[in-house]
């Protein structure tokens, strides 16, 4: 259930209170589709933005991930990894799709 709300959402199907309704408080960071598209980079740069959110106490913003160099369109995290588990390990997670109703930074 959490995986097929997730896919919603980054479809923006699926309705969402929006940042207004938030803590206001996110971290989010992106992965270049021509450097870091190396699944094991990736995967390094998603471990260090969730302890970094973790330890600041922030909601992590996932971005867009790319499957291979090959690849020229991005996919969702519940494309490379179990995202129920993910989920579960890590509650505190918003959607790429997110990203675009936030406000600019100040």
């Known amino acids: 259930v959490e995986t097929l709300r997730y896919q919603l959402k980054e479809r923006r199907l699926w309705h969402d209170p929006g940042p207004s309704d938030e803590k206001g408080r996110w971290l989010g960071y992106e992965a270049n589709s021509s450097v870091d598209s190396a699944l094991y980079r990736q995967r390094g740069a998603l ?32 494309g490379l990894y179990d995202y129920a588990a993910f989920a579960a390990a890590f509650p505190d997670h918003r959607e790429a799709a997110f990203a675009r109703r936030l406000p600019p930074p100040r």
Request: proline fraction near 6%; aromatic fraction near 6%; hydrophobic fraction near 45%.
């Open 47 to 78: 471990r260090s933005a969730l302890l970094l959110a973790r330890s600041l106490r922030r909601t992590l913003v996932l971005p867009r991930f790319w499957a291979s160099e090959r690849h020229s369109r991005p996919t969702t995290l519940a």
